[in-house]
T-cell receptor, first 111, second 112 residues
Framework: QKEVEQNSGPLSVPEGAIASLNCTYS??????FFWYRQYSGKSPELIMF????GDKEDGRFTAQLNKASQYVSLLIRDSQPSDSATYLC???????????FGRGTSLIVHP | SQTIHQWPATLVQPVGSPLSLECTVE??????LYWYRQAAGRGLQLLFY??????ISSEVPQNLSASRPQDRQFILSSKKLLLSDSGFYLC???????????FGPGTRLTVL
């Protein structure tokens, strides 16, 4: 059974700090990796995707993928209170229609 | 650009009543469509997905059903709701294998 594991948190960081969110997955055939942000009461919003080993940067967000270690992370630089949300990691096996979602990490950015 | 709509936004239904939730996607053709449920404090549970008109795959056996009468329309139904059907129902789409999913705004269902 494919599994995606995330620490449920909450992860609490001060405003302006770097928030580091981590995700591990069990399926070595995984090819596509996604990070979603979900505010309370709202639907998930895609913020990053990554397909290759290494780092991918988009504004304040950096996704890091290490397929050998089956590990994907999301770094949020200069964290803001508006970044407070639950962050969902999703992983998709090669050729699949169905992503496997983690249960999410709650991030709290305090002023 | 692509847009996904869901309605209604909120719904309160008595136990035993029927259900119909609708999802439509604009700005794309032949999308893959998905229904998820997110219960309070829990993760996303995939209920159904569809790769084409009339093609429905069920991931969880339960009292829900899904239909895809048109290319960009996906409907979630139930003949008799249970208390355990309460939750946040999310429709999602993507354009193919390995591709990222985009979610609709969701329907919050409360069964009393």
């Amino acid at each position: 059974q494919k599994e995606v594991e995330q620490n449920s948190g909450p992860l609490s960081v001060p405003e302006g700090a770097i928030a580091s969110l981590n995700c591990t997955y069990s399926d070595r055939g995984s090819q596509s990796f996604f990070w979603y942000r979900q505010y309370s009461g709202k639907s998930p919003e895609l913020i990053m995707f990554i397909y290759s080993n290494g780092d991918k940067e988009d504004g304040r967000f950096t996704a890091q993928l290490n397929k050998a270690s089956q590990y994907v992370s999301l770094l949020i630089r200069d964290s803001q209170p508006s970044d407070s949300a639950t962050y969902l990691c999703a992983v998709m096996s090669g050729g699949s229609y169905i992503p496997t979602f983690g249960r999410g990490t709650s991030l709290i950015v305090h002023p | 650009s692509q847009t996904i709509h869901q309605w209604p936004a909120t719904l309160v239904q008595p136990v035993g009543s029927p259900l119909s939730l609708e999802c439509t996607v604009e700005g794309t053709s032949n999308p893959n469509l998905y229904w998820y449920r997110q219960a309070a404090g829990r993760g996303l549970q995939l209920l159904f997905y569809s790769v084409g008109i009339g093609q429905i795959s069920s991931e969880v056996p339960q009292n829900l059903s899904a239909s895809r009468p048109q290319d960009r329309q996906f409907i979630l139904s139930s003949k008799k709701l249970l208390l355990s059907d309460s939750g946040f129902y999310l429709c999602a789409w993507n354009s193919g294998r390995d591709n990222e999913q985009f979610f609709g705004p969701g329907t919050r269902l409360t069964v009393l």
